[in-house]
């Protein structure tokens, strides 16, 4: 085990590179590349990388980015690859593609709003255009989390009862382009972690087809098979962590991370690098004797309802804080988590950091004054509002 300086960028893309080379006994690697900022950097790195049994194509769009994976994850492969905002607007039919095709793409994604007006900072509008189409859904909080997801993803989408996409967020700037102390595990300690990819359905001596014409009932099982797999990612992610901390001496973030909840009457909620601001703020309101607690919901898709509604039970007060926006609804994490609370609590929502804006501990604090004489929740704010 080494520690070495990385952005997260470069953690994912050495991430894969390991993982790429744990399948040289296997059908090898392939990655489809093309650049957007801000995830470029991770392409650029993974394009120097030495893999002795693969390939990294440079295409001449995102959509054939995801297509390259698609052909070469058909034949067996492990694939990766990687981009941000309308990259992956561009390439969500193919998404959707490797999904219903359940082909264990693992797609590290820079979150940056999507344009026009266009702007290249942070929010999670872009992955959450993917939420209802079959892939799961990390949210990472730093570069060693981010670095850890990437090879767990490889191992969860490669699992014969998962078979899927998996997609690990990383906030554009906010993590691509920080760099941190991360630790690297030895080459030996991924070839044990990673067996060799096996995708049962893959094309090769017996005669199949992918992606042929269905009946509307083909259809409806497929969707019912797809949907019964997502939902057991949960309790197959728990096992691939316990696997992790053996291996490689240190566990996983959890897929719902909470923060002084046990007692607390007041709850923070947020995915990403919100969540590490808000644990900053528990400390400070915490010496203050305010019972406040946090929770960060590092994996959207599945939804892990019942460790969120555990959390949520006995708060009488919730802040979700969503850097994201469902134009004429509010923010996606409360529209999805508030039904889950006890039947009275306040679950008031707070969108915040669109378009890359700073959320400061005084904002989340001025969130919190802003919950605490509520009675009902009102419609849902916008930070700069308060």
């Known amino acids: 085990m080494t520690v070495e300086l990385l952005s997260a960028n470069h953690g994912a893309a050495l991430a894969a590179t390991l993982a790429a080379r744990a399948n040289r006994f296997g059908r090898g690697f392939c990655s489809g ?13 993974l394009c120097q990388q030495k893999i ?6 440079r295409v001449e ?3 054939s980015a995801m297509g390259v994976c698609i052909g070469a994850a058909s034949a067996g492969a492990r694939t990766f690859t990687a981009t941000s905002s309308n990259g992956l607007a561009y390439m969500v039919e193919n998404c959707v593609a490797a999904a219903c095709l359940r082909l264990p793409v693992v797609l590290a994604v820079a979150n940056r709003t999507l344009g026009p007006p266009w702007n290249i900072w942070a929010d999670h509008s872009d992955a959450l255009t993917l939420r209802d189409h079959g892939l799961i859904q990390f949210y990472c909080a730093d570069n060693q989390e981010l670095f850890d997801t990437v090879l767990c993803a490889f191992r969860l989408a490669e ?5 899927m996409p998996a997609m690990v967020n990383m906030e ?5 382009h920080t760099v941190a102390q991360t630790q690297i595990p030895e080459q030996a300690q991924v070839d044990d972690f990673l067996p060799p990819t096996d995708i049962p359905h893959r094309l090769g001596d017996v005669p199949h087809t992918l992606g042929q014409i269905e009946i ?7 969707r019912w098979q797809h949907h019964s797999a997502m939902l057991e990612v949960p309790r197959i992610y728990a096992e691939i962590q316990n696997e992790f901390e053996v291996i490689f001496g240190r566990r996983p973030a959890d897929a719902v991370e909470a923060y002084r909840t046990e007692d607390a009457q007041t709850l923070i909620v947020s995915m990403g690098t919100i969540g590490a601001t808000a ?16 929770l960060r919901v590092r994996l959207f898709r599945p ?6 509604r555990a959390c949520y039970a006995g708060k009488q007060r919730i802040a979700v804080i969503d850097r994201n926006i469902s134009l004429g609804l509010g923010g996606v994490l409360w529209s999805e988590t508030r039904s889950l609370a006890d039947a009275g609590a306040v679950v008031q929502n707070y969108m915040a950091g669109l378009g890359g804006g700073d959320v400061r501990p005084e904002h989340i604090v001025a969130m919190l004054a802003d919950l605490e004489p509520r009675e009902t929740a009102g419609a849902p704010s916008m930070m700069e509002a308060l």
């Open 172 to 176: 554009g700037f906010i993590l691509s």
């Open 303 to 308: 939804l892990p309802v019942e460790a969120i």
């Open 52 to 57: 002795e049994k693969g390939r990294v194509v």
């Open 159 to 163: 699992d014969r009862r998962v078979m």
């Open 33 to 45: 590349v093309y650049p957007i900022t801000p995830s470029t950097e991770c392409m650029e790195y």
């Open 61 to 63: 769009s995102e959509h």
């Open 279 to 294: 644990e900053r703020v528990v400390d400070r309101l915490r010496a203050e004797g305010q019972r406040v607690g946090a």
């Open 216 to 222: 509307p009932h083909q259809t409806e099982m497929h």
